[in-house]
């Protein structure tokens, strides 16, 4: 039992190694010596579909919209480098449970958890739907709808017997 503990602890302490090293990884894109996973086969598509013909020098929207694109390109990378450590980091957590616990106790704890966040959202929702049905309730009767209506058929009465006055 101390083994699969010592296994899984080991699994666990490798799993925050690799994600430490993706999360390098998004550094070293910032710096240019890597490119984006994803990204940079995304542009590559684009410009296929796309093609881009140069002719001459570009406008200022043009410029602007080049430095919006670097912008986006780089937050883009980097975003994808962050959700690659994470799911890196999450798949090898997973394996380290499954090593200490063993599969079929770590899907009972699973499916408990998933019952613990339905419950919860049943218990919001029905709190939501008091709440909502208190506000309707206590808010006062003001008859808004119909007042406007009626302000706004006198305006429009108004107007036609002014118009129709001045002939």
């Known amino acids: 039992m101390k083994t699969r503990r ?20 998004a550094v070293r894109f910032c710096k240019g010596k890597v490119g984006a996973p994803l990204v940079d086969q995304a542009i590559a598509i684009a410009d296929l579909l796309f093609p881009s013909l ?10 602007v ?11 883009y990378g980097v975003a994808a480098w ?12 997973v394996i380290a449970r499954v090593i200490a616990v063993g599969l ?16 919860r959202e049943r218990v919001t929702s029905a709190r939501s ?3 909502e049905l208190r506000k309707r309730r206590d808010e ?8 406007a209506a009626a302000i706004g058929t006198l305006f429009g009465f108004a107007i036609a017997f002014l118009s129709s006055g001045s002939r």
Do not use: K
Request: aromatic letters at 12%; one cysteine or more; proline letters at 5%.
């Open 54 to 63: 140069p002719n001459g020098d570009p406008s200022p929207v043009a410029l």
């Open 82 to 93: 962050v959700m690659i450590a994470f799911l890196a980091s999450r798949c090898l957590y």
């Open 104 to 119: 079929q106790q770590y899907c009972a704890e699973v499916a408990a958890a998933r019952a613990e966040d339905a419950r």
């Open 129 to 131: 739907r008091r709440l």
């Open 65 to 75: 919209l080049g430095w919006l694109g670097q912008a986006f390109y780089y937050l």
């Open 140 to 147: 006062p009767r003001t008859g808004g709808a119909l007042s």
């Open 6 to 25: 010592y296994v899984a602890a080991a699994v666990h302490v490798t799993g925050c190694a690799v994600a430490l090293t993706l999360l390098w990884q």
